[in-house]
């Protein structure tokens, strides 16, 4: 059983640089053939795809997002992080971190709980 845990701060300054770290067990994130995502939901509002880094190490990241998005891991922790810079109020939200199949584009099968980040001075 695959579990993901995110850590990290709930509350972040405006301008700063918010990071979240999401630590794996039950399974490698080294193992073909999967995506590790990054996705958050705004109070309100759907789910966004923020971000993946693949079982490969390659990173992929979105259009609208990408400019002040990284992600990174620590495959001797089987972790992996999510840095968001130059936050605003507009990035509150709770952030997950799931499992993709690079096969079967969209399936999530693995998710974390979620974690609450807030926005504020």
């Known amino acids: 059983q695959v579990q993901l845990q995110e850590s990290g701060p709930g509350l972040v300054k405006p301008s700063q640089t918010l990071s979240l770290t999401c630590t794996v067990s039950g399974g490698s994130i080294t193992t073909n053939y999967y995506y590790w995502s990054w996705i958050r939901q705004p109070p309100g509002k759907g789910l966004e795809w923020m971000g993946a880094i693949a079982y490969s190490g390659s990173t992929y990241y979105s259009p609208s997002l990408k400019s002040r998005t990284s992600i990174s891991r620590d495959t001797s922790k089987n972790q992996f992080t999510l840095q968001l810079s130059s936050v605003t109020p507009e990035d509150t939200a709770v952030y997950y971190c799931?499992?993709?199949?690079?096969?079967?584009?969209?399936?999530?099968?693995?998710w974390g709980q979620g974690t609450q980040v807030t926005v504020s001075s």
């Open positions: 799931a499992r993709e199949s690079v096969l079967v584009a969209g399936m999530y099968d693995y």
